[in-house]
């Protein structure tokens, strides 16, 4: 069990709505320690795929305290348009090598991720994939960076490739991934783990957590039941206008080898 937590803006913000924003990354952050008191990971990028990140093998509200978290609250400014938070529950790879700790990277693919990948040994020896760290997320967003970016803009094709991804995959999930070529996009991979949202219109910010309550204790009654479903992929940008505010640009369902599995066992 760990908590995720993604913010996207789709505004420049003044002076008062950055700091807000920046009180509520951090209440985020706080309220999800009970996820995962192993480690805390941040990072923000700007629009051009240019980031800063800051992890570090403490509970959330020590990692609040440290220097390098109130460095990264400086160096967040109004050009930062996408957040990534996460605390970790180990479930393989030692906290004390920052590789393990979320989030992750793989190539151009950033990402958290709440579950357990029971097979990750065996794709990345059976896909020759390249290996970084012992933590079992890493096969998540090392199959996902094998997909090739032209084809994040066709629909068809993309939800094509995202699906035999997630079907090669045994175990638990829900991840939250960034592609640092358009760090305007968020992908989510809502298999059977929490995560809910919120769109603040005053803010023109999008609101990701593992903690529902969090949403509902830091915007009110406006807040009704915004929990996502799961087998689903999701794509959010705010930036088109071919969908309402705030609601995700493409959705589609999802399966895993597992499913693969129990569907053959009930055919037998």
Not at 34 to 51: M, S, W
Not at 100 to 129: Q, R
Request: charged share 25%; with cysteine; glycine share 8%.
């Amino acid at each position: 069990m760990c908590g995720l937590t993604g913010i996207l803006i789709g505004k420049t913000y003044g002076k008062d709505e950055l700091k807000q924003v920046k009180e509520l990354f951090t209440r985020t952050l706080l309220a999800h320690e009970e996820r995962g008191r192993e480690a805390t990971g941040v990072i923000a990028f700007r629009p051009d795929g240019t980031f800063f990140m800051h992890k570090q093998p403490l509970p959330a509200g020590e990692f609040i305290k440290t220097n390098g978290y109130r460095d990264f609250l400086k160096r967040w400014d109004k050009n930062i348009c996408t957040l990534l938070g996460h605390t970790r529950k180990p479930t393989k790879g030692s906290r004390w090598n920052p590789d393990n700790n979320h989030p992750v990277m793989a190539g151009e693919i950033v990402g958290i991720h709440n579950g357990t990948i029971d097979n990750d040994d065996s794709l990345f020896e059976k896909e020759n994939l390249e290996r970084k760290a012992e933590v079992d997320s890493e096969v998540i967003f090392s199959l996902l960076k094998n997909i090739p970016f032209d084809i994040y803009s066709h629909q068809s094709a993309f939800s094509t490739e995202i699906q035999a991804c997630t079907r090669k995959l045994t175990g638990s999930f829900t991840t939250i991934s960034v592609n640092r070529k358009d760090p305007r996009k968020l992908l989510l991979l809502k298999y059977n783990q929490p995560l809910s949202y919120h769109y603040s219109k005053n803010l023109d910010t999008l609101f990701f957590t593992s903690r529902y309550i969090f949403l509902r204790k830091a915007f009110g009654r406006s807040v009704v039941t915004e929990a996502l479903p799961g087998r689903t992929a999701y794509i959010f940008d705010l930036f088109t206008n071919s969908v309402p505010r705030g609601q995700p640009i493409s959705q589609f369902p999802i399966s895993s080898a597992d499913d693969e599995f129990k569907g053959s066992w009930r055919k037998n």
